[in-house]
């Protein structure tokens, strides 16, 4: 979650969308991303301890409300518009991503279109539609 911290001159929407960028299938491998671990763990929860589902939930809260945090800021900023609930936004990039985890395992080729798609609708939008020009993979 090291994308998430401050980086020079960069904005919170930056920071937000490089966040995402950093940790896309097609960027880092399983065995060193602790977050598409928890991705895995989590998509797996019914058959897993419950102790271990309870940590699993709390990590993905962590990084909801991490995420929350710096979506805030970037409305502060007028990067993403002031309306929209900062945790909603959260949840929705954290289900878009998870999406794209668990989409990529199945289909490698598989882009992450919904993530992207989101992204740039949602800090695109507010930065006179400066979003992103190519699809990232995932």
Excluded: Y
Excluded at 45 to 68: D, F
Excluded at 75 to 97: H, K, R, T, V
Excluded at 100 to 117: T, W
């Amino acid at each position: 979650m090291e994308a998430l911290g401050q980086s020079g001159n960069e904005t919170a929407a930056t920071r937000l969308r490089r966040h995402f960028e950093s940790i896309a299938p097609s960027t880092r491998e399983a065995a060193v991303s602790p977050i598409q671990i928890i991705s895995t763990l989590s998509a797996e929860g019914p058959a897993l301890p419950s102790a271990l589902v309870l940590q699993i939930a709390e990590g993905v809260r962590l990084w909801n409300t991490k995420l929350a945090a710096l979506i805030s800021l970037a409305q502060a900023a007028g990067q993403i518009a002031a309306e929209e609930d900062p945790d909603l936004l959260a949840s929705l990039f954290i289900n878009c991503w998870q999406g794209a985890m668990i989409r990529s395992k199945c289909d490698p080729s598989a882009q992450c279109d919904c993530l992207g798609f989101a992204l740039d609708r949602v800090v695109g939008a507010s930065a006179g539609g400066a979003g992103r020009t190519s699809k990232p993979r995932c």
